[in-house]
T-cell receptor, first 111, second 113 residues
Framework: NAGVTQTPKFRVLKTGQSMTLLCAQDMNHEYMYWYRQDPGMGLRLIHYSVGEGTTAKGEVPDGYNVSRLKKQNFLLGLESAAPSQTSVYFC??????????FGDGTRLSIL | EDQVTQSPEALRLQEGESSSLNCSYTVSGLRGLFWYRQDPGKGPEFLFTLYSAGEEKEKERLKATLTKKESFLHITAPKPEDSATYLCAVQGGSGGSNYKLTFGKGTLLTVNP
């Protein structure tokens, strides 16, 4: 049972490039979330999904897009990467009121 | 807007020296308060959920308690392997059925042998 798997684990981009981060969960969870974690800022919610085909904005959504075409996958896209998006990105999933389960993160550097 | 404040930002203990971490919160209709542990280079790992004031949960050397305004994570006789960042998060009722969490900035605990 893998839980929440994030790919890639590391990535370096140049300003203006685009990329997609993939989150996959095998726990049949309805709810999925994307966070970013920066030094001194804690975990901040970017976007989330309450079910297949749905997405919604979180606290810091600007510059990101998401899609939830399949229940088990939640994709985070950066259309035109900026240095301010250098961060560690975490995906999480849950059935609802239960604890969120986290992946081990994607470390993204934008030069 | 839900808010979570954790203190101290960093805590250094000697092995066996007990202490407590604080999580103060303001939330509209608390659904749950969550404690997580995060090791360097890893994602947060769930420790406890507390749902109502007066509730307590224990796991090995850790004990979490909850009042209407704050939660404490008590660490009894800590060992070096307890060194980690401890995160507190609240789930409020104002968000409807999205079950979002609001996190504090964490407490970095270092336990020296």
């Amino acid at each position: 049972n893998a839980g929440v798997t994030q790919t890639p684990k590391f990535r370096v981009l140049k300003t203006g490039q685009s990329m997609t981060l993939l989150c996959a969960q095998d726990m049949n969870h309805e709810y999925m979330y994307w966070y970013r974690q920066d030094p001194g800022m804690g975990l901040r919610l970017i976007h989330y999904s309450v079910g297949e085909g749905t997405t919604a904005k979180g606290e810091v959504p600007d510059g990101y897009n998401v899609s939830r075409l399949k229940k088990q996958n939640f994709l985070l896209g950066l259309e035109s990467a900026a240095p301010s998006q250098t961060s560690v990105y975490f995906c999480a999933s849950t059935r609802g009121r239960q604890p969120q389960h986290f992946g081990d993160g994607t470390r993204l550097s934008i030069l | 807007e839900d808010q979570v404040t954790q203190s101290p930002e960093a805590l250094r203990l000697q092995e066996g020296e007990s202490s407590s971490l604080n999580c103060s919160y303001t939330v509209s209709g608390l659904r749950g308060l969550f404690w997580y542990r995060q090791d360097p280079g890893k994602g947060p790992e769930f420790l406890f959920t507390l749902y109502s004031a007066g509730e307590e949960k224990e796991k090995e050397r850790l004990k979490a308690t909850l009042t209407k305004k704050e939660s404490f994570l008590h660490i009894t006789a800590p060992k070096p392997e307890d060194s980690a960042t401890y995160l507190c998060a609240v789930q409020g009722g104002s968000g409807g059925s999205n079950y979002k969490l609001t996190f504090g900035k964490g407490t970095l605990l270092t336990v020296n042998p």
